[in-house]
């Protein structure tokens, strides 16, 4: 069975940073891109980047980029978000999703979300 | 990017209902569109990919179509545990994928 089980809640201040995890168990984690998807409060879906965890290429929207890292390591199958520098705008639920096929980029199984807040 | 539009916002249905949910893009994306459901509080789920293809799983209820920039979401009979917020994933230009604002589909 695919499971994605992301890291908890987080609370943090501005400034500080940040890494949250996704890790992926019932698959070949190396061989499907793993995406990452912000959903700020009552809000909906943006796609912030994804990352092929077999050679670690990694692609980001262009309204992430620079603001986030995405990163893997295949040998314990786990995905990455990282923040060096959080704001309180990055309060957010933020997923992780496996990308199927290379055709339609669909993401097929998703983990339960972790919770980013930053407040002061 | 590529913008996508989904109407409407928000719609009120009964069980039993048909429901159609539209989704229109800026350009076109040809048949690469993904449909997805949230329930509060819980991750998305697949519906659809390729604008048409039932995902495994998915009761048949659900159907979708459409080509070029419009594409539409389809519940043929309204159940119960439909009742959620319905996403329109675009994924042509796979390095700016893009999601339509959802439609959320209340009880009436």
């Known amino acids: 069975e695919v499971q994605l089980v992301q890291s908890g809640v987080e609370v943090k201040k501005p400034g500080e940073s940040l890494k949250i995890s996704c890790q992926a168990s019932g698959y070949s984690f190396s061989n499907y891109w793993i995406g990452w998807v912000r959903q700020m409060p009552g809000k909906g879906l943006e796609w912030m980047g994804f990352i092929y965890p077999g050679d670690s290429d990694t692609k980001y929207s262009p309204s992430f980029q620079g603001q986030v890292t995405i990163s893997a390591d295949k040998s314990i199958s786990t995905a990455y978000l990282q923040w060096s520098r959080l704001q309180a705008s990055d309060t957010a639920i933020y997923y992780c999703a496996r990308q199927y096929s290379s055709t339609f980029y669909q993401f097929d199984f998703w983990g339960q979300g972790s919770l980013v807040t930053v407040s002061s | 990017d590529i913008q996508m539009t989904q109407s409407p916002s928000s719609l009120s249905a009964s069980v039993g209902d048909r429901v159609t949910i539209t989704c229109r893009a800026s350009q076109t994306i040809n048949n690469y569109l993904n449909w997805y459901q949230q329930k509060p509080g819980k991750a998305p789920k697949l519906l659809i990919y390729?604008?048409?293809i039932l995902q495994s799983g998915v009761p048949s209820r659900f159907s979708g179509s459409g080509s070029g920039t419009d594409f539409t979401l389809t519940i043929a009979s309204l159940e119960p545990e439909d009742f959620a917020t319905y996403y329109c994933?675009?994924?042509?230009?796979?390095?700016?994928?893009?999601f339509g604002g959802g439609t959320r589909v209340e009880i009436k």
């Open positions: 994933q675009q994924s042509y230009i796979t390095l700016s994928l893009t």
């Open positions: 390729g604008a048409s």
